[in-house]
């Protein structure tokens, strides 16, 4: 055992890079650890979908400021870009029932600080040239976006390594022993505090420090088209979430929603089912008709975690000191840096911007044998 | 001087066009093969001049002879020339 | 209905495969991207075109004739999209049948399922990128040939043939007969290469006469051979006018170049078979047992896509695939496995020729800086290397720093060279950087094709997350 390092993270996903990332800035030796690759998981693999209409409410008011982040990461990620770009955001409805879902869906969004309005399909269709007709209702967010979310790792890579984080991928961590020593292949890794960013991983993660943590495992599809010319302009969805749309500046169009593939976490992404791969692309083709004209040339799968109540766990580990917690949020991606910033500012001992998320109210079981 | 090599029996030419201009070809060739026999190696500009698209592989595989006939995006390399095909670039 | 077996690919593997497969009275389909079954080295002409039959015509003749008498179902001019079922399944479930989807020769989406899939899917054409290897007028070996036997065509009026392998000479033999000129041939290998391989070539007295004779044609032609050396740009304005070998220069209208065959794997990987990096059989292959059992159950490869050993060994190799496939579906076979002293002699040819046509390190480390590696997006080789030092250790990582293999062929035309190129940057073996990972469509899609006539009340769509 060479050093002990202030803080050992384990993920090194979006969530994982921000939380190291601003735990050294604030003055800590930081180890970040990965299994596999910084940013491979669901953090490289999303949609990039940075849109309020898409986030659950309790998470507007970070992922309002998470947007402003993504905004200008470059600034604030020394020089790391994920091409983020800002335009507006429309959730459509095609029948009354979604008009409906949407109504309710954009009050509370609205009341939680999302700056929602509900045009009809004619002013939709101004705002999103590319939008079929049909449309009865529409939510507008003009704080909406997107990245390219392959990117992240990149992004965050240089950055770590200019904050002076150990970044060591390829390694797994196969147990914690005491406080805390990380069993990994590439020899023991002492820290002071634990830091767990597994994602989906999470639940064997806490059960590490013997908490039982139920986590679901969501298997997200994506489907991507070949480059054509501009069909849209905006982050396009509709009312139920099941479907999110945006055209990249080199003429590739993202096709997500979370319509759900073939997976767990043992496995990781398995496949992806060609019946929901069809619903997908027929419920984008509906909704942008010019998408017809395209090639799909590859899909792909992503996995998302929840827990039991589907708001994040971020916050420390209720009975062992110095262990802590971050990830299942929602549509992670788009409040992830600014998750990692808050989680940062509680470690250091800085009171955070906004409240964490702390994961009492999700254990039902726990030991003390760590 | 053709292209195509003499003494192969072939059905009998007929007109496609090419971004308006007609060729001569024959049915059941490839538009690939009809397209460089008329004299058009670049099937389409792309967005970069070095990297155009035209026939490379001819079995389908590299994606890079995309063109449009009568409006659909097809590969040239797998698409049979058809007397009267509207052929466009991607 | 379930069929026992599904063919996917018909090529001389795929075509013996379900052709011997249904003569035992099973249940087979078999799928092909082309408008008839042949592959590429037994590829028929299109109908109502008659040229002389060579001997790989009437060997593909045979086959296809086997074939049709089979019973198999065939269906050719289909495009496979979609794969699923086998192991692809949730957690704790027991396999599938296999389920492929499909566009039909008419556009019309069908999905097949069968109990055992075999995989014969071929390979496709390795090109160690050079300058200008972009420019209209450069085409593939394989891309030739397919040009010269199925579609009677010369690819130009005068042509340098450059890479490695005996395509070399059979293009080049090929043009000279259909009356076009062979400006140069460029061949990677030395001639110490080409006799150090002459042993195993021994066992097929027939293909060196075949060798023999194309030498002869290209020796009275006066075509000048460059051995052990290679293209090092061609050049032209908008298309090509010249190709550069060194510091000499030859005037050309087509350049066909290839280094060699790489086995297809975009399916066994989509099931996630076992795959292992064997360079003497064309790069990434999946893993078989003696009977050509990949590590999925039920799910079988043969042919070239298993590793390369030539037209001549896939028929066999296709066979022994559906004898097991049919063993392990519970058939009893009437008769058992007859493999012969030729197949054993094809695939030691097949073998040294594979050899020849490995991918070739010096070549790789030859490529320019700024020369274009992966052509669907543009990006050169600098920028891999770049994405190397900045900590890209896999290939998938790759793709996401640079977007190479991203685009529309994903991969397939530049996986070998930005592997090994990666490879060598990070200092490690292919083997340690992986291979993509297997994704459905198997090949591009056009939306329209698939969409198919639907209700938007009728997508299922999924109930929404909470708010």
């Keep these: 055992m060479k050093t002990r390092f202030d803080v050992a993270v384990i993920g090194a996903g979006v969530m994982g890079c921000a939380t190291a990332l601003f735990l050294a800035r604030g003055g800590m030796r930081v180890v970040l650890l990965d299994r596999g690759e910084i940013c491979r998981e669901a953090s490289g693999v999303n949609a990039g979908t940075l849109t309020m209409q898409m986030t659950r409410a309790a998470l507007i008011p970070y992922a309002l400021r998470a947007h402003d982040m993504w905004m200008n990461m470059p600034a604030w990620c020394a020089g790391g870009d994920v091409l983020a770009t800002a335009c507006p955001g429309l959730s459509v409805a095609f029948t009354d029932a979604e008009a409906a879902m949407l109504e309710e869906r954009a009050r509370i969004r609205r009341a939680a600080g999302a700056p929602i309005e509900l045009i009809d399909g004619r002013a939709a269709q101004a705002i999103e040239p590319g939008l079929a007709d049909g449309v009865k209702l529409a939510g507008h967010c003009p704080i909406d976006g997107f990245a390219s979310a392959y990117l992240t790792g990149r992004a965050f890579r240089a950055a770590l390594q200019e904050a002076g984080v150990t970044l060591m991928e390829a390694t797994p961590v196969r147990g914690i022993d005491g406080r805390f020593v990380l069993d990994t292949p590439a020899g023991a890794v002492a820290a002071q505090r634990v830091v767990l960013a597994g994602g989906v991983w999470l639940q064997d993660m806490a059960a590490w420090l013997g908490v039982t943590l139920p986590i679901k495992v969501l298997i997200n599809q994506l489907v991507v088209t070949e480059r054509m010319p501009p069909v849209m302009r905006t982050v396009l969805g509709v009312a139920s979430g099941l479907l999110s749309l945006k055209q990249y500046a080199n003429g590739t169009v993202l096709i997500g929603g979370g319509w759900q593939g073939i997976g767990d976490r043992t496995r990781g992404g398995v496949a992806v089912r060609s019946d929901n791969f069809l619903g997908n692309v027929r419920l984008a083709a509906h909704t942008v008709p010019a998408l017809r004209q395209a090639r799909v040339v590859r899909s792909w799968l992503g996995l998302e975690a929840e827990t039991a109540d589907a708001l994040p766990a971020i916050g420390p580990i209720p009975g062992i000191d110095d262990a802590w917690i971050i990830g299942s949020v929602h549509s992670g991606y788009t409040s992830g840096p600014y998750m990692g910033r808050i989680l940062a500012q509680a470690i250091l001992g800085e009171a955070p911007e906004l409240p964490l998320f702390p994961i009492d109210r999700l254990l039902h079981q726990r030991s003390n044998s760590a | 001087m053709s292209l195509r090599i003499p003494n192969v029996a072939r059905p009998a030419p007929v007109t496609i066009t090419v971004a ?15 397209l460089i026999a008329a004299g058009h190696w670049r099937f389409g500009e792309g967005e970069d001049p070095t990297r155009p698209r035209t026939a490379f592989c001819m079995m389908g595989v590299c994606q890079q002879c995309l063109l449009r006939v009568d409006g659909r995006l097809v590969q040239a390399c797998l698409t049979p020339v058809v007397a009267g095909q509207q052929v466009t670039a991607a | 209905m379930i069929f026992d077996v599904v063919v ?22 078999l799928l092909e991207e082309s408008p008839a079954p042949g592959g590429q080295v037994y590829r028929a002409p299109p109908a109502g075109f008659e040229m002389k039959p060579d001997r790989d015509r009437q060997e593909g003749d045979a086959l296809r004739a086997a074939l049709a008498v089979s019973g198999a179902d065939i269906r050719t001019g289909c495009r496979v999209w979609g794969l699923g079922g086998g192991p692809l ?3 704790g479930q027991p396999d599938a049948p296999f389920s492929l989807s499909a566009l039909g020769a008419d556009g019309a989406p069908f999905t097949v399922q069968a109990r055992a899939l075999i995989l014969c899917c071929g390979t496709h054409e390795r090109i160690i990128p050079f300058p200008g290897w972009t420019l209209p007028g450069v085409i593939g070996l394989a891309a030739a040939t397919i040009l010269l036997k199925a579609q009677g065509m010369l690819p130009g009026q005068r042509v340098v043939v450059a890479g490695a392998g005996p395509l070399l000479y059979a293009v080049a033999a090929k043009i000279l007969a259909g009356g076009g000129s062979v400006a140069a041939l460029v061949d990677a290998a030395t001639s110490g290469e080409w006799l150090r391989a002459l042993p195993a070539l021994t066992a097929r007295p027939d293909l060196l006469a075949q060798g023999a004779v194309w030498r002869a044609r290209l020796l009275a032609a006066r075509v000048p051979v460059l051995a052990g ?47 292992a990096h064997r360079p003497e059989d064309g790069g990434w292959v999946p893993v078989l047992d003696a009977a050509q059992r990949t590590s999925v159950p039920l799910l079988y490869a043969a042919g070239d896509g298993a590793g390369v050993r030539g037209a001549a060994a896939a028929p066999a190799a296709g066979r022994l695939a559906a004898r097991t496939a049919l063993h392990d579906l519970g058939f009893s076979l009437e008769h058992a496995s007859e493999e012969d002293a030729a197949l054993e002699r094809a695939r030691r040819t097949g073998a040294a020729m594979a050899r020849m046509m490995a991918l070739r390190p010096a070549m790789v480390a030859a490529i320019p800086a700024e020369t274009i590696i992966c052509r669907c997006e543009g990006v050169t080789r600098a920028e891999i290397e770049h994405a190397a030092t900045a900590g890209a250790s896999t290939i998938n990582q790759l793709k996401h720093f640079t977007r190479c293999g991203m685009g529309p062929c994903q991969g397939r035309m530049c996986g070998e060279a930005a592997g090994a190129l990666l490879a060598s940057a990070r200092g490690v073996s292919v083997a340690d950087i992986g291979f993509t990972t297997g994704r459905i469509p198997l090949r591009p899609v056009p939306m329209a094709s698939i969409l198919g006539d639907f209700d938007y009340a009728d997508i299922p769509v999924p109930a929404p997350a909470p708010i």
């Design chain 3, 229 to 275: 050396a290679q293209v090092t740009a061609a050049e032209g304005d908008k298309v090509l006018s010249h190709v550069r070998v060194g510091e000499r220069v030859f005037q050309a209208d087509a350049l066909c170049i290839g280094h060699g065959l790489v086995p297809a794997t975009e399916a066994s990987r989509t099931f996630r078979a076992r795959h």
């Design chain 3, 89 to 91: 399944v949730p957690e």
């Design chain 2, 20 to 34: 308006g201009v007609p060729i001569v070809a024959h049915p059941g060739e490839s538009l690939a093969t009809a």
């Design chain 3, 8 to 29: 996917l690919g018909g090529g001389p593997a795929g075509m013996a495969a379900a052709t011997e497969a249904a003569r035992s009275g099973a249940r087979v389909v």
